[in-house]
């Protein structure tokens, strides 16, 4: 699906939710599904899904945080995680906001079989051991 103004992001289908590869024709050959990887923090989950899948041409990966704000707050960890994405062919995208990525021209004209949303960061720093830290 396209995304539009109009419409909220959906996944192109949901029984495809199922299997992040499928063979393309009964053989050992798979083929990746478009897949959106939206709030990732510091990029781990989607440069661990492009590790394992070995292919990240069909992952796209964003984060809220703008490219100077991700960088102070995760330092080499995010260094690390984007150029591990980008070496396999993945897209990175900073500044999306999840409810309102429909008018992201970044994302506008694109299309996911899949769309996977995180539990979002709370906003607190590694090693922030405070009970309170949520609140």
Known sequence: MAL???SSLRSRSSKNKKNLLSSSNGMSTRKL?????????DFSFSSSLAAAVK???????????TTESL????????TDNIK??????ATVIHGVDATTMNTNPQLQSLAFD????NNPHAGFKHGDKSKRAIE
Do not use: H, P, V
């Open 114 to 117: 899949l769309i996977i949303f």
């Open 4 to 6: 539009s103004s109009s």
């Open 84 to 89: 591990k994405l980008r070496d396999t062919g």
């Open 71 to 78: 960088f102070e707050k995760y330092k080499n960890i995010a």
């Open 55 to 65: 292919d990240g041409r069909n992952i796209t990966a964003t984060s809220l945080d």
């Open 33 to 41: 599904k478009r897949i959106l990887l939206a709030g990732d923090g």
